[in-house]
C-alpha cells in the first residue's frame, strides 16, 4: 500500500510541476544499505513519469542549486553578497593623460580600430550655441574697438583743434 501511494503521489507532483521542473529525489535511508544508486534513482523517476534528462537533473543540478540557494542565504545579508571570485578580466596598466597618444583612433581589446563616435543632436546643439556667443562676444569687442579708435581720434583732432587756434 505504502508503495502504491509513493508511486501515485510522485506522479501527481511531476505532473503538478509541469515536467518535474525543480524536483529533487532523495532517500530516507537509515542505513547506507537502504540507500539506492543514483542510475537506480533515475530509473524510478521513469517510471513514475518524468524524463532521463530531469531525473538526473533532479539527482545531480537541482541538489547543487539548493544546496547554493541556502549557503547564499546563510552567508548573506538582504542580498549582500561576498563574492571572492568573479572570473574578471585581469586589469591593463592604464596609461596617464600625459601618456596618452593625440590624434590617435582608440582600438578594441582585440587591436580593431573603433569608428568615431558621432555628435549627438544636443552636443551640436551645445557646440553651436558656443560659437555664436563666442562670435558674438568678439563682435562687441570689435565695434567696442573701433569706437574707443574713434573716440580717441577725435578727441586728439578737438585737441589738435584747441592747439592750433
Known amino acids: 500500500m505504502a508503495r502504491r501511494n509513493l508511486i501515485h503521489n510522485a506522479g501527481e507532483l511531476i505532473r ?11 532517500s530516507e535511508a537509515q542505513n547506507a544499505l537502504g ?15 518524468l524524463g532521463q534528462e530531469r531525473g538526473y537533473e533532479a539527482v545531480s543540478t537541482e541538489v547543487r542549486k539548493c544546496v547554493n540557494a541556502a549557503k547564499l542565504k546563510r552567508s548573506s545579508y538582504r542580498g ?19 601618456e596618452s597618444t593625440a590624434g590617435q583612433k582608440r ?18 546643439k551645445r557646440l553651436a550655441h558656443e560659437a555664436r556667443v563666442k562670435a558674438a562676444t568678439e563682435s562687441k569687442a570689435k565695434v567696442a ?6 573716440d580717441d581720434e577725435s ?11
Open 16 to 26: 503538478a510541476t509541469r515536467g518535474g521542473r525543480g524536483i529533487i529525489i532523495s
Open 155 to 165: 578727441t586728439k583732432a578737438s585737441t589738435n583743434m584747441g592747439e592750433k587756434a
Open 80 to 98: 549582500a553578497i561576498d563574492v571572492i571570485y568573479g572570473g574578471e578580466k585581469p586589469e591593463k596598466p592604464v596609461q596617464r593623460k600625459e
Open 35 to 49: 540507500c539506492r544508486g543514483p542510475w537506480d534513482v533515475i530509473n524510478l523517476a521513469v517510471i513514475w513519469g
Open 107 to 124: 582600438t578594441t581589446e582585440d587591436g580593431e580600430e573603433q569608428p568615431e563616435k558621432a555628435i549627438s543632436n544636443r552636443q551640436k
Open 145 to 150: 574697438d573701433q569706437h574707443q579708435t574713434k
